[in-house]
C-alpha cells in the first residue's frame, strides 16, 4: 500500500493532465526512488493509467460545478 500511495505522489508532482503519454512521464520519473520501488514495469504503467482516471473524473466534476455555479450566477442576474 505504502508503494502504491509513494507512486501516486510521485504521478502528483507530475502536474499531469488527462492527456499525458506514459512513455513522457516515465523518462521523467524513472530514476526517482517511488518509481524504482514498484517492481513490476506493467504495475506502474496500470497505477498511471488509474491515476490518469481519476484525474478526469475530477476534471469534470470541477467543471460541472463551474457550469452549474456559473448558471446559477447567470440566473441571478436575470432576476434583478
Request: glycine letters at 0%.
Amino acid at each position: 500500500v505504502q508503494i502504491h500511495n509513494d507512486f501516486v505522489e510521485l504521478l502528483t508532482e507530475q502536474k499531469l493532465d488527462s492527456k499525458s503519454q506514459w512513455r513522457k512521464v516515465r523518462s521523467k520519473v524513472e530514476k526517482d526512488p517511488r518509481y524504482k520501488a514498484v517492481e513490476s514495469s506493467v504495475q506502474r504503467e496500470e497505477w498511471f493509467k488509474e491515476h490518469l482516471e481519476q484525474l478526469h473524473k475530477v476534471t469534470l466534476i470541477l467543471q460541472r460545478k463551474n457550469s452549474d455555479n456559473n448558471c446559477y450566477k447567470n440566473y441571478e442576474k436575470l432576476r434583478m
